[in-house]
């Protein structure tokens, strides 16, 4: 698709999470490093949020959380990592069950095996459990609606914490992908958990500031409204409006040549026109 259906789409997209709020749920997880995996393992999860857009209950699935479980009593929790994993997976997954029929689910860049929701269902796989999948068409990738909307120079690379700093968004608890995978080798479960709140607010600050329209980007209105001459022949022109206009400035540029003498007086040379039909439909 075009810029411009593109941008229409995102609209349409943000049109219908603003009227069905309480069936959003903002979702982010953290997990250990895939840049570090040296067997091409699937990597860990550490925690995963899911937040309610209306009503802003947020659940959250944690290795800490779940290591404090009695059943895990005693037992490190990197010593028992894949078990209290497949625990917290199994409790996510339920909370999928219960919502999967009628949620709609935004993220931001959960698209692959490497990062998103197919790598949170493989994991669970390979743990042994039975994933509950989440349609495609209930997903919603804010980071490529914002793109879609306001075009690639929204925000700088990473958009994420750029888009925070240009809306005054707090970072407090806040941990870059870099220093997510820090803390995962230095099993600081804690914060791994507080960056994945801090994270699903954040992105549920940003859907709101984009349908309440208070968002800022660094996007100029050309980026937003066109960005070339082709786009802006799409969107303006090549309407039923813009058809119009151009078709009555080629006829007015036929008139031109056609009667040079008419000093552009259309109505006059519509009038002349019209008299002639008259008269030679008389003889």
């Known amino acids: 698709m075009s810029f411009v259906e593109n941008q229409r789409v995102a609209q349409q997209r943000f049109s219908l999470l603003h009227q069905k709020k309480d069936q959003v749920i903002l979702i982010h997880y953290s997990c250990e490093s895939f840049y570090d995996s040296e067997d091409g393992r699937t990597p860990r999860i550490t925690s995963i949020a899911c937040r309610n857009l209306g009503s802003a209950q947020t659940r959250s699935f944690s290795i800490h959380q779940v290591s404090e479980l009695p059943k895990f009593s005693g037992v490190d929790a990197w010593d028992n990592y894949d078990n209290i994993e497949k625990e917290l997976l199994d409790q996510f997954f339920a909370y999928v069950q219960e919502h999967v029929a009628h949620a709609l689910w935004v993220h931001w860049n959960m698209r692959d095996i490497n990062y998103g929701f197919q790598a949170i269902e493989h994991r669970y796989k390979v743990l042994g459990g039975t994933p509950t999948e989440i349609p495609d068409e209930r997903k919603y990738d804010l980071a490529r609606m914002f793109v879609a909307r306001y075009g690639k120079r929204y925000a700088d690379h990473p958009r994420l914490e750029s888009i925070m700093k240009i809306n005054n968004i707090t970072d407090i608890g806040f941990l870059s992908g870099k220093d997510e995978a820090y803390a995962f080798k230095d099993r600081k479960f804690i914060a791994l958990h507080q960056s994945t709140l801090r994270k699903v607010d954040v992105i549920s600050s940003l859907l709101e500031a984009e349908i309440s329209g208070h968002l800022k980007t660094n996007a100029k209105w050309w980026d937003v409204n066109g960005g ?56």
Request: aromatic residues 12%; proline residues 4%.
């Open 228 to 283: 070339s001459a082709r786009l802006v022949w799409e969107k303006y022109i090549w309407t039923p409006a813009g058809k119009a206009v151009s078709a009555l400035l080629i006829i007015l540029a036929l008139v031109e040549w056609y009667n040079p003498d008419a000093k552009h007086d259309f109505a006059t040379w519509i009038k002349n026109i019209a008299d002639n039909n008259t008269e030679n439909s008389s003889k």
